[in-house]
């Protein structure tokens, strides 16, 4: 397999917005002089059901999606879907996590249980995790719908990639109306 | 020249651009819908959404027969749909291009069957292209339509859920000039498909895929990617990306046209290689061609047929690798399958047909996860517009006391799309079942796209808003009832009523979609559980709504909550609600 290879996994729930948060992070990298490749699945998926969306980057990115096991980043939108695909990481890589929980139907059904402590779990195997409360510093930057910004703006620590060429991509992606409000929320994430 | 970062949808939309094409048209599949709906981005192109995907190839021979470039998108299932005007049109040819994209989806991520439709390129003796990656979508698309006026012949592109739903750097072009303008032309031999006609287009077409073969040897969209070692691959769509992955050494013969073969070029291959590898999702479908070239090689006796291909697949059936997952935690980890959502006009029906235990046949759309539980009120799902047919021929089997337990259900939708038929054929047989019409003004499942009944066109002009209940009426349904599916104990006496009724009878449910796109849905303030009042009963959690969460408590009996990020204010738990719980929370 090539190395060159760099491989962002993003996880989350239908309806977070994940989608739209893989195409900002999409044309970072395009921007940045990488080839880019990213998949994901929509259609019955939208309905709440789990979603992922691969991102690959490198010199020649050829298969769109990641080969299991060899994750370089999880990026969880939620507790649960973060934990559910950690076998995509590979020994050593990173997580970044959003601390919110949403239950699936068998839970908010009172049939089995929500996991337990799931930031601690993750972070005993892979010590280098980021919990980020993203609702929290989304509704401090002025909008709760900012949160997939704050988490972008959180990711953007983890990647060798200058802080302007993400803040361009928000430029080219986010409608003016909501430029600033979204421009804060990076602002926050990154800092967070 | 201009890069952008496309999915393959959005690049079969691009190379429709280019290619100049005036005419497209379809009917909504995952994974094939969001062509279209990016080809409107070019104005020059008259593209609508069909009733059914036979209409749409069609609507799509008639502007080719008119000299226009035409284009026509489906899923998979949707080319059973058109296989009765595709087989003639084989033989009739074309004027203006035709070129039919069919998306296929291994894996089923959204679909009821994994059929691989390069089976019917060949059934059909219809060419078919089948692109790597965004760029190739692109290209691929313009080429079709040129090869389509050099050989006369409709062309297949065909796609998978992982090349039309990723994204990948492509450059664009300019849109051709100088096709010729449409215009009537008559040419009854070629286009009047009688038998004494239609006997002298058939060795034709047997010539036209001699002749592609032979042209497409010389082309460069079958290439040979020159490695080193004793491996050869032979590959195309995206499974070519992933025979690169695994294999970065070995020499690949690259296919874009997967019908008809180039024969010669893979004979001349395969002789140079010590073991030849044959890599494709689904059926073995280029390897039983090579094999009958009398050519060996490996291919489905190690690789999967079910299911779509990845990385790691191959590698494990070609290589034995195991794969390194050592992270699993061993934790139970709850499934999350999709629901219908909060608000959704569908819940209160199939909590009302799950209490009145009927016998549900099913179709195809959101309302289809009414088979999870708690809802768990479908028995039958076969395809697109099969749920009256299979309610007319079990309730026509069964004995008298069960019959009244049948009850069809189909969407707005797809009751247009192949539903009508069958309610016709329901009255004209003299069945008895119950049929409702989940008429939420919309095409839900495959993202919100407009139909006859939204009263609106693809590109969001108004349009003539179908009648429902006239149709019931014109086809022979006496009792046509509308009712408002939020209404939920009316709606289960109504049901449970015309169950009764030993005659066809028709229950319109009509409330639009909670995502409708235009502002008709009223959000209402959130709902919350008056926990003195919550007993604990669990009926609310009956209705299977996302919103409300059950929440075990330590030492005391749990409760129901309700999730205000969640909640749109529709009321249908409260009507659930023995106790009065539910109260509606204050505006702030």
């Known amino acids: 397999m090539s190395n060159s290879i760099k491989n962002i996994l993003l996880a989350g729930v239908g309806g977070q917005g994940i989608l739209l948060a893989s195409e900002i992070l999409s044309e970072v990298l395009m921007l940045a002089g990488h080839d880019v490749k990213k998949s994901e699945i929509h259609g019955m998926a939208q309905r709440g059901g789990s979603v992922t969306s691969h991102v690959r980057y490198g010199a020649r990115v050829y298969s769109p999606i990641i080969p299991e096991g060899k994750a370089d980043i999880l990026f969880g939108f939620e507790q649960l879907e973060t934990f559910r695909y950690l076998p995509m990481l590979r020994p050593g890589g990173r997580v970044l996590v959003n601390d919110l929980k949403i239950l699936p139907p068998s839970v908010a059904l009172g049939k089995e249980p929500y996991p337990q402590d799931i930031p601690a779990k993750i972070a005993g195997r892979f010590p280098e995790t980021k919990v980020v409360h993203g609702m929290d510093l989304a509704l401090e930057a002025g909008n709760p719908r900012t949160v997939n910004t704050v988490l972008i703006g959180a990711l953007s620590r983890l990647m060798d990639i200058e802080e302007g060429v993400w803040l361009q991509a928000i430029r080219n992606m986010v409608p003016e109306r909501f430029l600033d409000e979204n421009l804060k929320a990076f602002e926050l994430g990154r800092n967070a | ?588």
């Not at chain 2, 049109?89 to 069957?113: C, F, K, W």
């Not at chain 2, 939204?454 to 108004?462: D, I, K, Q, R, V």
Request: charged letters at 25%.
């Open chain 2, 1 to 588: 020249m201009k890069k952008a970062i496309l999915s393959g949808n959005e690049a079969f939309a691009r190379g429709a651009h280019e290619a100049g094409v005036r005419l497209a048209s379809a009917y909504p599949g995952t994974p094939s819908t969001e062509i279209l709906e990016n080809v409107i981005k070019y104005p020059e192109i008259d593209a609508s959404w069909a009733t059914n995907e036979k209409v749409s190839l069609e609507v799509a021979i008639g502007a080719s027969f008119g000299g226009a470039r035409a284009l026509v998108t489906t899923k998979h299932v949707g080319v059973n749909v058109m296989a009765d005007p595709l087989f003639t049109l084989s033989y009739t040819g074309v004027r203006g291009g035709l070129v039919i994209v069919v998306a296929d989806d291994p894996e089923m991520h959204s679909s009821q069957n994994e059929q691989d439709s390069r089976n019917y390129a060949k059934f059909a003796k219809v060419p078919m292209f089948e692109p790597a990656d965004s760029q190739e979508a692109l290209d691929f698309t313009r080429l079709a339509f040129e090869a389509s006026e050099k050989f006369d012949t409709p062309v297949f592109i065909r796609s998978t859920t992982r090349i039309s739903h990723s994204k990948s750097i492509v450059e664009l072009g300019e849109p051709v000039q100088g096709l010729p303008e449409p215009r009537l032309e008559r040419d009854p031999g070629k286009l009047v498909m009688l038998p004494a006609n239609a006997r002298k287009r058939h060795p034709m077409v047997e010539q036209r895929l001699r002749d592609m073969a032979e042209w497409s040897a010389t082309q460069g969209f079958n290439r040979v990617e020159e490695g080193s070692g004793e491996i050869g691959i032979i590959t195309a769509g995206v499974a070519y990306q992933y025979a690169r992955e695994v294999f970065p050494e070995a020499s690949v013969l690259k296919l874009g046209l997967v019908h008809p073969l180039p024969k010669g070029l893979i004979r001349d291959f395969a002789a140079r290689f010590k073991t030849v590898y044959v890599i494709e999702e689904l059926d073995p479908f280029l390897e039983e061609q090579i094999r009958a070239m009398g050519i060996e090689v490996l291919g489905k006796d190690k690789l999967p047929i079910c299911g779509e291909l990845t990385p790691g697949r191959i590698e494990a059936s070609l290589l034995g690798a195991k794969a390194e997952l050592p992270l699993h935690s061993g934790e139970v980890i709850p499934n999350r399958p999709p629901n219908m959502c909060p608000g959704c006009p569908h819940r209160g029906v199939f909590l009302g047909l799950n209490r009145l235990k009927a016998y549900v046949t099913g179709d195809i759309g959101c309302y289809t996860l009414g088979f999870l539980p708690p809802l768990s009120a479908m028995d039958t799902c076969v395809c697109m517009g099969a749920s009256i047919g299979n309610a007319t021929g079990i309730s026509r089997v069964l004995p008298p006391e069960e019959r009244s337990k049948v009850v069809a259900v189909i969407g707005d939708s797809t009751f247009l799309h192949s539903g009508i038929t069958g309610l016709m054929d329901m009255v004209y047989n003299k069945s008895a079942a119950t049929v409702i019409i989940l008429d939420n003004r919309i095409t839900a499942m495959t993202g919100r796209q407009e139909n006859p009944t939204s009263g609106f066109t693809l590109a969001g002009s108004e349009a003539y808003e179908v009648d429902l209940e006239q149709i019931c009426r014109a086809v022979g349904v006496k009792h046509v009832q509308v009712i408002d599916p939020y209404e939920i104990d009316k709606t289960r006496e109504l049901i449970r009523s015309e169950m009764a009724r030993p005659e066809v009878s028709v229950i319109i449910t009509r409330r639009p979609c909670m995502l409708i796109k235009r502002d008709v849905v009223e959000i209402k303030p959130p709902l919350y559980v008056d926990e003195d009042k919550c007993t604990a009963c669990k009926a609310c959690l009956k209705l299977g709504c996302p919103a409300i969460e059950w929440q075990d408590r330590e030492g005391a009996k749990g409760k129901c909550h309700v999730n205000k990020h969640l909640c749109v204010g529709c009321g249908v738990c409260e009507q659930v609600c023995k106790f009065g719980a539910f109260g509606v929370c204050h505006v702030e």
